[in-house]
C-alpha cells in the first residue's frame, strides 16, 4: 500500500476540488485551501458546458489580420480596456505569434488529450454521490445564420475531424424542428453527439467540496501568504490561518497561481481573459441540448429553471470592474437567437480565466520540490478539470497515465522545447513553462527557500 502523504491544495474550484477528491481517494491525508468557498471563482458562472470538442485555439492563422477588426466592431465578442493595453502587450506579442497552422494543429493535439473524455471523467469523479446528477449526458450544437457562415469555420472543422468530431448537419425548416426555441436568424445546425454538459456549475463544484469532506478532507477558508521549502522540497504552506505542514502542495489557483508563483521565484506569464454570462430566471423556452452561437460566440446551455448565455472575451486585468459592453452584447445576441423568448430576471455575472500564451494548462511537478501545478486551463477547466486532477493525483501516487505529458509540463528539459521562446533569468537554472517562454528555479540562497524576483 502507497504512504500516506500529507499534502495541501491551493485553489477550490473545479480542478482543485477535483485534485483533492482523487487524492483523498487514495488515502492521503488532503487539506484543500482557499481564500473562498469551493466554486465561487471562475467556476461559478462559466457556460456549464463539456466541451469536448473544444480543441482548437483562439489562435488559428488569419488572427492577425482579424483581431483589429473585431476589436474595432461593437458586435465582435473580442474586447479590450485599452487602459490595460501596455501591460497586456508583452503576453499579447507572444500570444499572437503562435497564430499559425504549425502551432494550431501542436495545441490542438495537445489539448485532445485532456478534453476527449471529459463526460467519462466527470462521471468518473460523481459516481455514487450527492454531484452525480448535475452531470447530463446531451447533444451539441454549433448554431449557424448560414451554410457560408459554417463554411467560413471550415478551417477549424477540419482540425476537429481530424480528433473525431465529425458533425451532422441540420438545414432550413428542419432547425426549429431540432430547437423550437431558435428563431429565423438561425438557418444551420452542425450537431455533435454524445457531449455532456453541468447543471448550475457553481453548485456542482460547492457539491463536490461537500463530498471530499464526507470522505474525510478538511477544508480551510485562507489566503496563502508563502511556501516554506527546505532543501528543495516543499515543508510548509503559509496562510493567514496557521501554518499546514505537508509532503507535497498542488496548486490549482486559476488566475490567483499567478502571484503564488511569483512567491517561488517563477515569473508565469499568466493572463486572465474576462469572461461574462447572463443568466434568463424562468425563461418561457428552454433548448433541447446546449449550443453555441457562432455569432457572438457564446455558449446557451439550459439549466433547470434558467437559461444561461455565457462567453465573449475581454481583456483588461483582474481589477477593473465588469464593462457593460459584453453584457449588452449577450443580451443583443440572445434577443436575435430567441426572438420569443420570456423571462421573469436575469443575473449578470463577469470571471476571470486563466490564459496561457500557448492555450496549454501547466500540470505537472516543478523541479522535484513536490509542489504541483494544475491551472492556465483558459475556456476548458470545467471541462478539463477532473482529469487535470486525476492526472496530478496519479503523479503524485507515482503511477503517471499513460498519456504524453511534456505539453502541460511546467519544467521541462531546454532540449525539447529549444525551438521555443526564451527569456533568461540571470544566476538562475534553466526551467521552461508550459506556456513557451523560458523561466527558471531560483538557486538556494542561505534560509533554504526558493525567492521571488
Request: proline share 7%; aromatic share 8%; with cysteine.
Amino acid at each position: 500500500m502507497a504512504k500516506t502523504l500529507k499534502i495541501v491544495v491551493v485553489g477550490a474550484g473545479i480542478v482543485g476540488v477535483s485534485t483533492a477528491i482523487w487524492l483523498r481517494r487514495a488515502n492521503h491525508d488532503v487539506v484543500l485551501i482557499d481564500k473562498d468557498q469551493p466554486g465561487m471563482a471562475a467556476s461559478y458562472g462559466n457556460a456549464g458546458l463539456l466541451a469536448q470538442w473544444a480543441v482548437i485555439p483562439v489562435t488559428t492563422p488569419g488572427l492577425l489580420k482579424t483581431a483589429p477588426k473585431y476589436l474595432l466592431d461593437p458586435d465582435s465578442p473580442l474586447f479590450m480596456r485599452w487602459s490595460y493595453l501596455p501591460k497586456i502587450a508583452p503576453w499579447l506579442f507572444q500570444f499572437m505569434k503562435r497564430a499559425n497552422d504549425t502551432d494550431a494543429r501542436k495545441t490542438a493535439a495537445a489539448l485532445l488529450p485532456i478534453l476527449g473524455d471529459s463526460l467519462q471523467q466527470h462521471k468518473s469523479l460523481v459516481q455514487g454521490t450527492r454531484a452525480e446528477s448535475r452531470v447530463q449526458e446531451s447533444s451539441f450544437s454549433f448554431a449557424y445564420d448560414s451554410r457560408k457562415a459554417f463554411e467560413k469555420d471550415a478551417y477549424g472543422w477540419a482540425i476537429r475531424r481530424e480528433c473525431g468530431y465529425v458533425p451532422e448537419l441540420i438545414e432550413g425548416r428542419a432547425v426549429q424542428e431540432e430547437e423550437p426555441i431558435l428563431g429565423p436568424s438561425i438557418n444551420l445546425l452542425a450537431v455533435l453527439k454524445d457531449h455532456g454538459h453541468i447543471l448550475h456549475p457553481g453548485l456542482y463544484v460547492a457539491e463536490l467540496a461537500q463530498v471530499f469532506e464526507e470522505i474525510g478532507g478538511q477544508i480551510v477558508q485562507a489566503e496563502v501568504t508563502d511556501f516554506d521549502l527546505t532543501g528543495d522540497r516543499i515543508k510548509a504552506v503559509e496562510t493567514t490561518k496557521g501554518r499546514f505542514e505537508c509532503d507535497r502542495a498542488v496548486v490549482t489557483s486559476g488566475i490567483w497561481s499567478k502571484p503564488l508563483m511569483q512567491k517561488l521565484g517563477l515569473n508565469v506569464p499568466l493572463e486572465t481573459e474576462r469572461g461574462y454570462h447572463v443568466l434568463f430566471k424562468n425563461p418561457s423556452q428552454l433548448p433541447r441540448n446546449p449550443m453555441m452561437m457562432s455569432s457572438g460566440k457564446f455558449g446557451v446551455t439550459p439549466m433547470g429553471n434558467s437559461l444561461r448565455c455565457a462567453g465573449t472575451v475581454e481583456f483588461g486585468g483582474i481589477h477593473a470592474g465588469p464593462s457593460r459592453a459584453p453584457i449588452a452584447l449577450l443580451r443583443k445576441k440572445a434577443a436575435i437567437a430567441f426572438p420569443n423568448l420570456t423571462y421573469s430576471d436575469t443575473e449578470e455575472w463577469m470571471g476571470f480565466r486563466p490564459s496561457t500564451t500557448d492555450s496549454l494548462p501547466l500540470i505537472g511537478e516543478l523541479r522535484s520540490t513536490g509542489i504541483f501545478t494544475g491551472f492556465g486551463h483558459q475556456h476548458i477547466g470545467l471541462t478539463a478539470g477532473p482529469k487535470t486532477g486525476r492526472i496530478v493525483a496519479e503523479l503524485i501516487n507515482n503511477t503517471p497515465p499513460n498519456i504524453d505529458l511534456r505539453p502541460y509540463d511546467p519544467c521541462v528539459s531546454a532540449n525539447t522545447m529549444a525551438q521555443r521562446s526564451m527569456v533568461q533569468f540571470a544566476g538562475q537554472r534553466d526551467c521552461f513553462v508550459a506556456d513557451g517562454s523560458l523561466r527558471s528555479m531560483p538557486s538556494m540562497i542561505s534560509q533554504n527557500r526558493l525567492t521571488a524576483r
